[in-house]
């Protein structure tokens, strides 16, 4: 199947810093990736869905200014954690839908997340 | 509100049994439902996806069933290895451009 990078995979960080994290598809274009989020012993939750070229779209109660996505190819998206707090130590996935549709219509890629900790 | 439910946070079966998942879901009508496996500190790897006019799904040791007047999908493991201990989540996808909506996950434990 498709490969999906994420680095870092372990971040820590002082509070007041900006933190990026970076995730790649390797071996496909993706025209959307996803932002999730995950608490310990919870779920994923979707932050933002990011489109190539364009603005990215967050989802309700996740402050926009504070992650910043950017997705300037059809293979990098990046997010910001900018002035970090403890509360935004969390587990961050990516997830990235392949441009071509075929059998794997609508299945997304994810990545091996990145652990953000914030001192 | 809408909402997904997986059935018990924790399933614990010996090896060579079925295991079943149960996933409910209210006030959603997805096109499509997904099954993912999550080990720790990892991220999800897909494993089945089924569509809202399918109503089972098969691949090697794993069944998926859909049942949209329910709202409600099963997750099967046949012949269960210990190697199966993971987290499994289901995930809706509500507006078929790949906005998924996970539940919280059952996490699967098969004894030797």
């Known amino acids: 199947g498709a490969v999906v990078s994420q680095h870092p995979s372990r971040v820590i960080c002082k509070s007041g810093t900006s933190v990026k994290i970076e995730c790649r598809s390797l071996?496909?274009?993706?025209?959307?990736m996803f932002w999730y989020r995950q608490f310990p012993k919870q779920s994923l939750m979707l932050m933002a869905t990011?489109?190539?070229?364009?603005?990215?779209?967050?989802e309700q109660g996740v402050e926009k200014d504070k992650f910043l996505i950017n997705h300037a190819s059809l293979t990098l998206s990046t997010l910001t954690v900018t002035s970090a707090h403890p509360e935004d130590s969390s587990f961050y996935i990516c997830s990235a839908r392949s441009l071509a549709g075929g059998s794997s219509y609508n299945e997304q890629f994810f990545g091996p997340g990145t652990r953000l900790t914030v001192l | 509100s809408q909402k997904i439910e997986q059935n018990s946070e924790a399933l614990n079966i010996q090896e060579g049994k079925t295991a079943t998942l149960t996933c409910n879901y209210t006030?959603?009508?997805?096109?499509?439902l997904q099954w993912y496996r999550q080990d720790p500190g990892r991220g999800p790897v897909f494993l089945l996806l089924i569509r809202e006019n399918e109503k089972e799904k098969r691949k090697e040791r794993l069944k998926v069933t859909f049942d949209t007047t329910l709202k409600q999908s099963l997750f099967h493991i046949t012949a269960s290895q210990p190697a199966d201990s993971a987290t499994y989540l289901c995930?809706?996808?509500?507006?078929?451009?790949?906005?998924?909506?996970f539940g919280q996950g059952t996490e699967l434990s098969v004894k030797p």
């Open positions: 995930a809706l996808d509500i507006n078929q451009g790949g906005k998924l909506i």
């Open positions: 006030n959603y009508s997805p096109a499509y």
């Open positions: 071996d496909f274009q993706a025209t959307t």
């Open positions: 990011s489109n190539e070229g364009s603005k990215a779209t967050y």
